[in-house]
């Protein structure tokens, strides 16, 4: 719902200096007591110790506490690789990252590894071979576990090679025979040894690949050039998988869909509320150059009941999904056109107003598929799936017995103008014209009287008002009049 993503935007991360107190050779490796165990034991263990201690397995995945959650915790005390169902949008490829929090800071290999060699158990022939030569004295590196996550997009064109490696000719320009272990160039899979392994969208890797895959995870073994090899990797596998894809195009080869004990269904945030706290955990909106941006609670809600409308509307195709990014982008865009406004008004502070939702077209376009009969239909759907929300949020949270002496004085003659071109100081004006308009205004607000915040509020009350077939109101563009219906 970190990375940062209901859906996977990367953070950079800064991999801390190796402590000077860690062990540096085999003989002081034993000496310290260390022991090496699986990786899924090592799950398994620091998964109990978050359990036990009433901690989430992992911070930043929010509306998935008694869905998902409880599902992942079994999987990973059973041991089991994962495959995670679901549509776009769902946090699946942050979760798989973030299952690097449950491992070990720091895990011992042999130094110059390429494929984090256990120290007790070597795998490669360059551990086997500094092993043989230096004894206890072998040289430790320590790798961090952030640099045990493995991940690989599935395209039609990922190889053998990409997954599990390759004769590297420079190796055997350099003298060694084909034969020789040490001309291989490892992939992606044996570089993960002792670490986690993801693939995303499965189902997309060619059968052939799928089958090699299986090879190396199941039997411990690669055939590559003609050369057999054993590799007996210790790799949680984790994959990603959009449903239509998983159930209906079956393009996981049975015995690759076996290996995986634990299949877990993904969901979009079932609550409003849920929708908003992840829209501020991700957006980068507070504020943009000098303007500060302060978001009404009203506004957000009506960012996270589109999405959720859009999810269960017969214009939309619900197949592609209706990814919580497009929630973060609405919230953005909503914050950066009230900016645009702000600026050309001269304003420092501003609040996003329902004049400013014409801009969620630019960041809705490329994340619903609106299924239109006629040709052009698009934005009408747009505009009815918007108009949708503020009236939903309206009816919730207006306070719909403060309206009747609002009503009046528009039916004495009052009108009121909106839209981009009406600075906050005009809109507020009105609250001088129809003193009644104040104390809904206060009770949106919560009390909050900076201009930004009371024009936000009047805007809405208006639009709502006309929703409610309360008021008229005449649109031309961006601008807007709300009279009486009489």
């Known amino acids: 719902m970190g990375p940062s993503e209901w859906g996977g935007t990367v953070v950079s991360m800064t991999i801390p200096a190796v402590p000077a ?30 359990i036990s201690a009433g901690l989430p397995l992992f911070e930043g995945v929010m509306g998935y506490e008694n869905t998902v959650m409880p599902q992942l915790e079994n999987a990973l005390l059973a041991g089991h690789d994962v495959v995670f169902l679901g549509e776009r949008g769902q946090a699946k490829t942050r979760m798989i990252r973030s299952l690097t929090d449950l491992l070990d800071e720091w895990m011992p290999i042999i130094a110059g590894s390429e494929i984090n060699d256990d120290p007790y158990n070597p795998v490669s022939r360059h551990a086997r071979d500094l092993i043989a030569a230096e004894g206890e004295n072998a040289p430790i590196s320590w790798v961090h576990r952030s640099e045990r996550f493995g991940e690989k997009l599935a395209t039609p064109d990922t190889s053998i090679a990409d997954l599990i490696g390759e004769v590297d000719p420079i190796k055997v320009a350099e003298g060694r025979y084909l034969s020789d272990e040490l001309t291989l160039h490892y992939g992606l899979v044996p570089r993960t040894n002792r670490g986690i392994f993801a693939i995303n969208e499965l189902p997309d890797l060619s059968e052939r690949i799928q089958v090699g895959l299986l090879n190396v995870l199941e039997e411990r073994d690669v055939q590559i050039r003609g050369y057999k090899i054993r590799l007996p990797l210790d790799v949680l596998l984790v994959a990603s998988a959009n449903p239509e894809d998983y159930t209906n195009r079956g393009r996981i080869i049975t015995p690759l869909k076996d290996r995986f004990g634990s299949q877990i269904r993904t969901h979009y945030p079932l609550e409003v509320e849920t929708e908003i706290a992840i829209m501020r955990q991700e957006s980068r909106a507070a504020s943009i150059g000098d303007v500060k941006v302060t978001m009404p609670e009203f506004m957000e809600r009506i960012i996270a009941t589109f999405s959720h409308q859009a999810r269960s509307s017969s214009h939309v195709n619900q197949r592609s999904g209706v990814s919580v990014r497009l929630s973060v982008s609405n919230f953005e865009i909503l914050s950066a056109n009230a900016v645009r406004r702000a600026l050309r008004a001269g304003e420092r502070e501003v609040a996003p107003r329902i004049s400013d939702l014409d801009a969620l077209a630019s960041s809705t376009g490329g994340k619903v598929e609106i299924e239109a009969l006629e040709e052009g239909r698009e934005n009408g759907i747009l505009q009815q799936l918007i108009s949708g929300a503020v009236l939903t949020v309206y009816k919730e949270l207006a306070p719909g017995e403060m309206m009747r002496e609002v009503l009046t004085a528009f039916e004495e003659g009052a009108v009121a103008h909106a839209g981009e071109d009406i600075s906050s100081s005009e809109l507020i004006a009105l609250l001088t014209q129809i003193p009644a308009l104040m104390p809904p205004v206060k009770v949106l607000t919560g009390g909050d009287e900076s201009p930004a915040m009371l024009a936000s509020a009047v805007e809405f009350i208006l639009e709502g008002l006309h929703l409610t077939r309360r008021l008229n109101k005449d649109a031309s563009g961006s601008k807007a009049t709300y009279r009486s219906r009489s």
């Open 21 to 50: 107190s860690l062990p540096v050779t085999l003989a002081a490796l034993r000496a310290s007591g260390w022991k090496s165990i699986p990786i899924k034991e090592e799950l398994r263990a620091n998964a109990v110790r978050n």
